[in-house]
């Protein structure tokens, strides 16, 4: 555009981004959350932390994709289109179970009424025209309401409406975990996401090795699981990493305060203790020789 030639820039370095540490809740602060949000969202909030899936991986989750028999969860397309099972917590397979015959109660109905349809990915509606209608291809977690998804009719150029059924949105699911969070009167900035992280934490401090934790929660490089083993250590510790050895242990307490004397005594510092001839009763240690090192 301006026609000026640029010299050789030669080599150069991509910005990286600073290493953070995840926010980990604790396993008290995970209850609180859980019971305070609404009942709609427990239930999907209790997977987003059992399960380790990420937010668009859970909503994404159909029918076909649940396998209680095997106690797994079949992950599609996770980040980097990647496949992956990860593990369905035994203590809500009896929930997970009512929740889907309900809505398949109601799947039922809306195919009496001439609806009961569900967005596909992409090629799928071509090679199965009709599994858009099929139960094992409906959403876990539905939308409440039907989206108008505009189809072109073939040979003439006029579109004609088509309602289908889209997964919950995400937006609505964080807004129900940032509600939930401010009842639980927690002071952290806990995410959806955030449940993905106290899941991993929890289950190293439960034992489990770290290729397991990286299979489940679908990272390619060690490395990125290798970051809550230090969430692990922060946690473990709750007052921090000098908390064996305060560097403030063994200073003066406020009775051994220092004592500036008047002019003329011809002495520097006393202190409080010390008796009229300047020599301290205690011994001839300073009281700050007792200092932890």
Known sequence: ???????????????????????????????????AAAPEYQLPLRLLYGTG?????LLRLRVKDVDFGRNQIMV???????????????????????HLERWRLEHARELELGRGASTLPEGVGKKYPGAAKEWAWQYVFPAAGLAN???RVD?????????????????????????????????????????????????????YDIRTLQ??????????????WLARARSARPCGPF??????????????????????????????????????QSGNKHPTSNIER
């Open 155 to 207: 040979g003439t150029g006029e579109t004609r409406p088509v309602w289908l059924r889209h997964h919950l949105h995400e937006d609505t699911l964080q807004r129900g975990m940032k509600a939930a969070v401010a009842r639980a009167k927690l002071a952290r900035r806990a995410t959806c996401h955030t449940l993905r992280h106290s899941f991993a934490t929890h289950l190293l401090e439960n034992g």
């Open 1 to 35: 555009v301006l026609h000026v030639l640029v010299a050789e820039i030669g080599e150069f370095e991509r910005v990286r981004r600073p290493a953070r540490l995840p926010e980990v809740l604790s396993r008290e602060e995970v209850k609180l959350v859980l019971a």
């Open 243 to 280: 908390a064996a050895r305060n560097p403030c242990r063994g200073f003066p307490s406020r009775s051994s305060r220092m004592s500036w004397p008047s002019r003329g005594s011809g002495c520097g510092v006393r202190w409080m203790g010390e008796g009229k001839s300047g020599k301290r």
């Open 53 to 57: 899936l990420r937010l668009m991986e």
């Open 76 to 98: 599609r397309s996770g980040k980097g289109q990647k496949d992956r099972v990860t593990v369905l917590p035994e203590s809500l397979k009896a929930e997970l179970q009512a």
């Open 215 to 228: 299979d489940l929660l679908g990272h390619k490089d060690v490395a990125t699981t290798q970051i809550y």
């Open 149 to 151: 998804a505009n189809r």
